[in-house]
């Protein structure tokens, strides 16, 4: 059974609190980031939905709420994506998911190889 992202990150975070080994780490981070990506899309999915009907005035007043504020020169398209990573940020999947990254990065774990950094 596959898991949602949500609770696949709430998952990996909790197993990660108690790992040492940067190889187990790295893998849990992987994971992680394929499940961070794939929530942040159905939350930008959803709130493309949820705005689509909207008019830009609302929408602007509904991105200032979330802390994602339609500034000026922004397309309506950059404004909904803004709207959803702040709704995905401010959400238990994606506070987990930083909680990983934390975690991983104490015992020098990231995902970019050493040649990139």
């Known amino acids: 059974m596959t898991m949602n992202p949500t609770a696949l990150l709430l998952d990996l975070a909790a197993q990660a609190r108690s790992v040492t080994d940067p190889g187990t780490l790295h893998d849990l981070l992987f994971k992680g980031h394929r499940a961070w990506c794939e929530g942040v899309a159905d939350v930008r999915a959803g709130v493309d939905r949820e705005t689509a009907s909207l008019s ?20 309506r398209s950059e404004a909904v994506s803004a709207l959803g990573f702040a709704t995905w940020e401010a959400a238990p999947a994606a506070m987990a998911y930083t909680e990983l990254e934390e975690r991983a990065a104490r015992f ?3 995902l970019l190889d050493d040649d990139v950094l």
Do not use: I, K, S
């Open 56 to 75: 830009d005035a609302l929408l602007a007043e509904r991105c200032t709420t979330a802390g994602a504020p339609w500034e000026e020169g922004m397309t």
């Open 108 to 110: 020098g774990v990231c």
